[in-house]
C-alpha cells in the first residue's frame, strides 16, 4: 500500500532526527565521573550522567524540575545529582529527593524527570533512545571485535556540524577513499575506478569493491541487529605499520541535532602479548596524527555539503551502499511510528 504524503513526512522526520528504540553511544567511559555529572545530547534530547556512589552511571533528563536549570551545571551530593540554581536534588531514578530551601517540599519524593538504560563497553557508554521510558530495551549489539579479547584497539570521538546521515552515507561509500584519502599514510594507492557490489545477510550488508581487495578502504559491512547499527571496515597497512596486520575500524554514530552528531571509531588491531605492546605504542607514536588527519579531512569535506545535498543529489552505480542503509533506516522509522500508532489506538478505545 502506498504511503501517505503525511506519513512519508514522518518517516523522513523520525530518520532525521534519529531512529528510535536503538542504542547509542554518547560518551567515553572515562568522562562519566563521580564528582561531577557530564552533559550530552542525543537525538534532540538533553541528558545529564554521572556515577552513582556504586559507581553504576545513572542517566536522566538534563533539566531541574523546579525551574529547567541544566543539571549538568551542577554539583553530586551523596550519589545524587544537586541543580545549582536552587540546589534541588534528584536521584538516578528521576526523582527528586530534597529541596533544601524549601523543607518538606511537596516536590520532595516525586518522580519528575525521566531516565534512561545505560550500559558501559569497550571504554564508551550507551544510551537506550527509546520513545518511552516504559520500552525494554533489547541486548546492546556490539561488534564481534568489541568482545574478542584478542582484538585491541583505542576508541576516538568527534563532534561533526553535519547531520548523522551524512556520516553513515559517508561510510557507506567505500569509492571516496582512493580520492579524498588519496594523500594519507594508509590510503594512498589502489585504482581509482570499479564497481561495488551489495551482499545481504540476516542481520545487516556488505558493500565491496569488485576488482580490488586490500588495498584501500574496499569494504564495509553494516550491521543492523535488534536495538541498533554499527559498521566495521579495514584500513589496509604496509608491514612498516607493525604486527597484526590490517586495521579495522568499528564505527557508530549519535545523532545530535539536525546539524550536529558525534562519530565514535574503534581503531583496532588483532594482535597479542609483547605485539600487542608494540602495537599500541607504535600507535600512540607515530600513527594516531596521521589518522586523525584523515578523520579531518571527512569532516570538514561533509560539513562543506548543503542540507538539502539528499534533495539535489544524482546517484550511481557506486552509490548501492548508502541507497541501501537509507532504504534500511527508513523501514525502521516506518515500522516504529506504525507501532506507536497502533499503541496510540489502543490506549485511546
Not at 569497550?122 to 584478542?150: H, I, N, Q, R
Not at 545523532?255 to 583496532?268: D, E, G
Request: with cysteine.
Amino acid at each position: 500500500m502506498a504511503l501517505s504524503p503525511e506519513m512519508k513526512s514522518r518517516i523522513e522526520d523520525r530518520v532525521n532526527e534519529g531512529v528510535r528504540d536503538y542504542w547509542y553511544p554518547v560518551a567515553k567511559s572515562v568522562e562519566i565521573r563521580a564528582d561531577r555529572p557530564y552533559g550530552v545530547v542525543a537525538l534532540g534530547e538533553k541528558l545529564v550522567l554521572w556515577r552513582g556512589a556504586d559507581g553504576q552511571i545513572n542517566c536522566i533528563d538534563d533539566f531541574c524540575p523546579h525551574r529547567g536549570a541544566p543539571l549538568s551545571y551542577g554539583e553530586i551530593h551523596g550519589g545524587h545529582i544537586g541543580c545549582r540554581y536552587h540546589g534541588v536534588v534528584v536521584d538516578g531514578t528521576g526523582t527528586v529527593q530534597q529541596v533544601p530551601a524549601m523543607p518538606d517540599c511537596p516536590m520532595e519524593g516525586r518522580k519528575a524527570l525521566r531516565s534512561y538504560h545505560v550500559q558501559e563497553h569497550g571504554d564508551a557508554v550507551f544510551v537506550f533512545m527509546s520513545a518511552s521510558e516504559a520500552t525494554e530495551p533489547p541486548d546492546l549489539p556490539l561488534s564481534a571485535e568489541l568482545l574478542d579479547p584478542d582484538w585491541t584497539g583505542f576508541l576516538c570521538t568527534a563532534i561533526w556540524d553535519v547531520n548523522y546521515r551524512y556520516a553513515l552515507d559517508n561510510l557507506a561509500d567505500p569509492m571516496h577513499g582512493c580520492y579524498l584519502h588519496a594523500d594519507s599514510f594508509t590510503l594512498a594507492f589502489g585504482s581509482k575506478q570499479d564497481l561495488l557490489q551489495l551482499d545481504n545477510h540476516e542481520d545487516g550488508f556488505r558493500v565491496s569493491r569488485v576488482g580490488q581487495v586490500g588495498e584501500n578502504f574496499d569494504w564495509v559491512e553494516f550491521e543492523t541487529p535488534e536495538g541498533g547499527m554499527y559498521c566495521h571496515l579495514d584500513i589496509p597497512y604496509p608491514p612498516s605499520a607493525g604486527p597484526g596486520g590490517h586495521m579495522r575500524i568499528v564505527g557508530y554514530v549519535l545523532p545530535m541535532a539536525p546539524r550536529k552528531c558525534k562519530v565514535f571509531f574503534w581503531r583496532m588491531r588483532k594482535v597479542q602479548e609483547f605485539e600487542r605492546d608494540s602495537w599500541r605504542f607504535l600507535y600512540r607514536t607515530r600513527l594516531e596524527a596521521r589518522h586523525w588527519n584523515v578523520l579531518e579531512q571527512d569532516r570538514v569535506m561533509l560539513e562543506g555539503m548543503p542540507d538539502d545535498a539528499r534533495r539535489r543529489e544524482m546517484l550511481y552505480q557506486h552509490d548501492i551502499g548508502l541507497a541501501h542503509l537509507r532504504r534500511a533506516l527508513n523501514r525502521a522509522a516506518r515500522d516504529q511510528l506504525e507501532a506507536e500508532d497502533a499503541a496510540g489506538n489502543v490506549a485511546a478505545e
